[in-house]
């Protein structure tokens, strides 16, 4: 139980195109979803976290205007990454709280390589 | 945002041997510490987990002891075998589905 389905699992997109990343609860409702970025050989930084019907909230330094997060349904994240250019190429990974108690499951990744 | 701090970066172990894996962290409202398991191009995957009640917990090979005092924990990989070979990562979070806090990983390698 209480997995976290994450898609694409890798996209290759143009610099100035925008990509979307979905992660979609599957045997849960997952009232918030953490996104995460990392870097090759690097620990995984907080992005924004964000919560079923209302804004993300972003973590110092990322831009909201840039990596766009809908929450838009219980079962339902999305992170778009747009007009992106070669430095957003990185490892995406959502996660989300198990309900009730402690523990988080988190999505397969999605490898972003914008060329 | 470094409030979880991971040592070593990395480290080679024999086949059979032990490998131990050491995190700190600064904040005291932490009242939740588990290890995760990743592989290349995957996404983390939860290894073991302990909450300050308990000093230690173990399963299987696997075991965290945890210091409240020292505000230290620590993973224990025992008969450390080749497939054990890939990223580990202590996190931490306070209150149930807040945010976890990572450290920086250490690459363990387990030589045949």
């Known amino acids: 139980g209480a997995v976290v389905s994450q898609h694409p699992s890798r996209v290759i997109c143009k610099s100035g195109t925008s990509v979307k990343i979905e992660c979609r609860s599957l045997?849960?409702?997952?009232?918030?979803m953490f996104w995460y970025r990392q870097f090759p050989k690097k620990s995984l930084m907080l992005m924004a976290t964000s919560n079923e019907g209302s804004k993300a909230t972003y973590e110092q330094g990322v831009e909201k205007d840039k990596f766009l997060i809908n929450h838009a349904s219980l079962t339902l994240s999305t992170l778009t990454v747009t007009s992106a250019h070669p430095e957003d190429s990185s490892f995406y990974i959502c996660s989300a709280p198990r309900q009730g108690g402690y523990g988080y499951t988190f999505g397969s990744g999605t490898r972003l390589t914008v060329v | 945002q470094q409030q979880v701090k991971q040592s070593p970066q990395s480290l080679i172990v024999q086949k059979g041997g032990i490998s131990i894996i050491n995190c700190a962290y600064e904040?005291?409202?932490?009242?939740?510490f588990p290890w995760y398991q990743q592989f290349p191009g995957k996404g983390p995957a939860l290894l073991i987990a302990i909450r300050p009640d308990v000093s230690e917990k173990k399963e299987g090979r696997f075991t965290i002891s945890f210091n409240k005092s020292a505000k230290q924990f620590s993973l224990h990989i025992m008969d450390s075998q080749p497939g054990d070979s890939a990223t580990y990562f202590c996190?931490?979070?306070?209150?149930?589905?807040?945010?976890?806090?990572f450290g920086g990983g250490t690459r363990l390698m387990v030589k045949p």
């Open positions: 045997d849960f409702q997952a009232t918030t």
């Open positions: 996190a931490a979070s306070g209150n149930a589905g807040n945010m976890l806090t």
């Open positions: 904040n005291t409202a932490f009242d939740y």
